[in-house]
């Protein structure tokens, strides 16, 4: 599971807009504030601005809708809650990033947008940032992913039985790829009845106005999805068989494209997907260790999905947009 690294330079051009005039610069500033509390650390309203603005470029780059900014805030901070959770995870468990393994991603970065490391350089002072921003950006992903390593990937195994019974399963789908986008509607650990059922219709009153047209569903993924990729407008790229949630085995080879699923019920919420895209097909003749590698993976996200609440389950946050207090200095 590598980093996050990053997807395109768009999601790493956090252009920090500070082109102000002197006379502006000298008038009084409004204090910054606290939007979070995450155990002992605080995060900054002037943070979440300055996130705000690297997903906006994100999705203008990608043509995702863009929900309304309070909508957008909400998201973000959610996940900068979930990252501050494993970085102070990283930090206990003495974590680190050596020089060569962060330049070795930061070439990685350039030569998937297809450039030198000089002319990624260029192109981030372009946008307003300077590379040594860059490069803490990819340090923190890199340090996230080695706690994900840790806690999640490492104790995923797959065996020989399992690779035999996908393949047995799959048969003439084992070689199709399916383009997936996804939103959760998340509820609680152990939640109540009422809690479950709120969630359920609510996933249905979503896809209810994907379905009639009303709504869009990448527009719905990033306003209202607890999913990591919601503000990927809910994408979850190109996937096989193999690489779904188990959950979805039985209900994307039944789809059509442009379909969008009845809520599906997991542990951690109901799941809506639709289908965008579908490609290969026919008897597949895959490697054991492909499908061994695909599976694992599969294995893996779902693991981590349910870490991850685990995790803010048991840190203590103080979401101060929930309450609609992000005024304290």
């Known amino acids: 599971m590598k980093a996050r690294n990053a997807n395109t330079l768009a999601a790493l051009s956090l252009a920090l807009s500070l082109s102000v005039s002197p006379l502006a610069t000298a008038a009084v500033q409004p204090l910054d504030r606290v939007v979070a509390v995450v155990n002992d650390e605080a995060i900054m309203s002037s943070d979440l601005d300055q996130r705000v ?9 990608r043509n995702i809708g863009m929900p309304d900014q309070e909508e957008l805030r909400d998201q973000v901070l959610s996940r900068m ?3 501050q959770i494993e970085l102070q995870m990283a930090e206990r468990a003495n974590l680190s990033v050596s020089d060569s393994d962060l330049n070795q991603a930061m070439r990685g970065v350039a030569q998937r947008n297809n450039m030198t490391l000089e002319q990624f350089v260029d192109r981030v002072e372009q946008e307003g940032m300077s590379y040594a921003q860059v490069r803490e950006q990819v340090r923190r992903e890199l340090l996230i992913t080695q706690v994900q390593q840790r806690s999640v990937a490492s104790q995923v195994n797959i065996s020989d039985r399992e690779v035999d019974q996908y393949l047995k399963q799959a048969g003439s789908n084992a070689n199709v790829q399916y383009h997936l986008a996804h939103i959760l509607i998340a509820v609680p650990q152990a939640p109540t009845p009422q809690q479950a059922e709120a969630a359920r219709q609510k996933a249905e009153q979503l896809r209810q106005s994907i379905t009639s ?5 990448q527009e719905v993924a990033a306003a209202q999805s607890d999913g990591p990729q919601a503000l990927d407008g809910g994408d979850l790229g190109w996937r096989s068989g193999a690489e779904m949630p188990s959950i979805f085995d039985d209900v994307v080879p039944r789809l059509s494209v442009g379909d969008v699923s009845e809520p599906i019920r997991s542990p951690s919420g109901y799941h809506l997907i639709t289908l965008l895209d579908k490609r290969g097909g026919g008897n597949a003749d895959q490697q ?12 893996v996200n779902e693991e981590l999905e349910a870490w991850t609440q685990e995790i803010r389950a048991s840190a203590y946050v103080d979401n101060r947009l929930e309450q609609g207090d992000d005024t304290a200095p």
Do not use: H
Request: a positive charge.
């Open 81 to 83: 809650i979930t990252e």
């Open 53 to 61: 603005s690297q997903v906006r470029q994100q999705m203008q780059s």
């Open 288 to 299: 054991r260790e492909q499908i061994r590698r695909t599976l694992f993976q599969r294995k």
């Open 213 to 217: 047209g009303q709504a869009k569903f």
